[in-house]
């Protein structure tokens, strides 16, 4: 059973930083890429941002130029550091990962972190 395990979340002034983790664990298996949504009060899910197995990375156009995502593949872990945080970036953060087992390709989510950002 594939389990992704978010950790970082917390509250954070206007202006700080916070760095996300999500790390994968379970059966055998590749990533093919992963990412990071987020769900404010109200808000439908939204794209943060991903990453894919070569590296090629995608960004909300909210979060460019202050979010970084990246990956360590030998720990099956992504990461997603957060700068220059504004009240708005205040959401749950949920961990997205398409793993690929044996032949199929499997979307899994993460339970969420909680980020909150105060002013």
């Known amino acids: 059973q594939v389990q992704l395990v978010e950790s970082g979340g917390g509250l954070v002034q206007a202006g700080g930083s916070l760095r996300l983790s999500c790390t994968a664990s379970?059966?055998?298996?590749?990533?093919?890429?992963m990412g990071w949504y987020r769900q404010g009060p109200g808000i439908q899910r939204e794209l943060v941002a991903t990453?894919?197995?070569?590296?090629?990375?995608n960004y909300g156009d909210s979060v460019k130029g202050r979010f970084t995502i990246s990956k360590d593949n030998a720990k099956n872990t992504m990461y997603q550091q957060m700068n220059s945080l504004k009240p708005e970036d205040t959401a749950v953060y949920y961990c997205?990962?398409?793993?690929?087992?044996?032949?199929?390709?499997?979307?899994?989510w993460g339970q969420g972190t909680q980020v909150t950002v105060s002013s």
């Open positions: 997205k990962g398409i793993l690929t087992i044996l032949t199929g390709d499997y979307q899994y």
């Open positions: 379970g059966s055998t298996f590749s990533i093919k890429s």
């Open positions: 990453i894919d197995s070569s590296g090629s990375t």
